[in-house]
């Protein structure tokens, strides 16, 4: 893959603790370098598992660490892929969508608007349709529309899989990506999925959204079962996990350096956030933004018959029309996270001065 597709996703180099990160990995190989360096075990770095099972008050073998959350993605795809459909948010995440379709399964869409996945339009899907094996949500900060699931959808959504569940002899397997849910700089924190549910819910969050994308640490909370299976899963796909990366993300945490830096990533990601708004305001005022209270991403929608491809293209990804992610012509996913202020302003006065010479 070329790698333009990735400009304009991740974070600012500038948001990154690259020293402190070299000074860790440095730490975690003097450390434990014998055996980072070699062949691992595919559930991942024990040191790491066992942390984050403190953090989630689970034991350590329901911890999955993956080469980022879209490996574990789509291991759990193929792991459940038997014929039943997969359910997803629409608009969607175009690598998700991949991961769930290289599964060779069905992918069924729900809508989703400021509140989050519609559980009404879910629930009528659930008795049209063969039971889904996965429900995957991003119920906070959404990719690609940044919008927020309400505490009353999530209280829905919990209750309905879990109904569900209690009826049937074919599980239906909710999966909470929470990747961005640490990034939140603005309101109250809404309970997650994983508590609402007492664990029920399977869990998936990344390190790349809060410490560094290229370390390409992900993690998952599973049921103990699917755990083992999706450890064996990932040996037989990559023989070993990437171990220096994820001894570096432990000694980041054991040394007590990831709450200081979370608390600069939010107030960095608050500043490009409210600098993106501003400049959208100024250049494109027939538009809606329903603004983020945390994540990377907003949402753009343009008036009816805009069809924001043919001036996104000129912005190398930064600003993605919404037809990548689903069939909404008229809107673009912008990134905050990716740029300085300075830059995005300027980004977002060359998107303006592009749309306005398609227009001409």
């Known amino acids: 893959m070329d790698a333009d597709t990735f400009i304009g996703e991740g974070l600012d180099p500038e948001l990154l603790p690259v020293e402190e990160l070299a000074d860790c990995a440095a730490a975690a190989l003097a450390a434990d370098g014998k055996r980072i360096l070699s062949y691992g075990g595919g559930a ?3 040191p790491l598992r066992e942390l984050i099972g403190e953090w989630f008050g689970v034991h350590p073998g329901r911890v999955l660490l993956t080469n980022g959350s879209q490996e574990g993605l789509g291991l759990l795809a193929r792991r459940l892929a038997d014929g039943r ?3 997803a948010e629409y608009p969607l995440d175009r690598r998700a969508e991949r991961a769930i379709l290289d599964a060779r399964t069905v992918l069924l869409s729900v809508g989703i608007d400021a509140s989050g996945m519609n559980t009404a339009e879910l629930r009528q899907m659930l008795t049209e349709f063969r039971r889904p094996a996965l429900i995957y949500t991003v119920p906070s900060f959404h990719n690609p529309t940044g919008h927020t699931m309400t505490l009353e959808r999530r209280q829905a959504l919990v209750e309905l899989v879990r109904s569900q569940n209690m009826l049937q002899t074919e599980q239906i397997v909710l999966l909470e990506d929470d990747a961005y849910g640490l990034t ?8 997650g999925l994983f508590d609402m549910s007492a664990g029920a819910a399977t869990y998936s969050s990344s390190f790349s959204t809060t410490i560094a994308p290229g370390l390409r640490v992900g993690f998952m909370i599973l ?9 064996a899963d990932a040996s037989a796909t990559y023989i070993s996990p990437a171990l220096l990366g994820q001894a570096t993300v432990f000694e980041f945490i054991r040394r007590g350096s990831f709450e200081a830096h979370v608390g600069r990533l939010r107030e960095g990601l608050k500043l490009r956030r409210d600098t993106l708004l ?3 305001a100024e250049h494109f005022p027939d538009g809606s933004c329903v603004p983020p209270e945390g994540g990377f991403y907003a949402w753009l929608e343009l008036p009816v018959g805009t069809d924001s491809r043919t001036f996104a293209a000129s912005e190398q990804g930064w600003a993605v029309p919404g037809t ?5 012509a008229n809107a673009l996913r912008l990134s905050f996270a990716s740029a300085s202020p300075e830059e995005l302003a300027a ?4 998107l303006a001065t592009a749309r306005a010479a398609q227009a001409a």
């Open 44 to 46: 991942g770095y024990t």
């Open 347 to 350: 980004r977002v006065e060359r």
């Open 324 to 328: 990548s992610f689903s069939w909404t």
């Open 223 to 231: 049921a103990a079962a699917l755990a083992s299976e999706l450890a």
């Open 278 to 280: 501003d400049a959208v």
């Open 85 to 87: 459909p997969a359910v």
């Open 184 to 191: 939140r700089f603005d309101g109250e924190r809404i309970p």
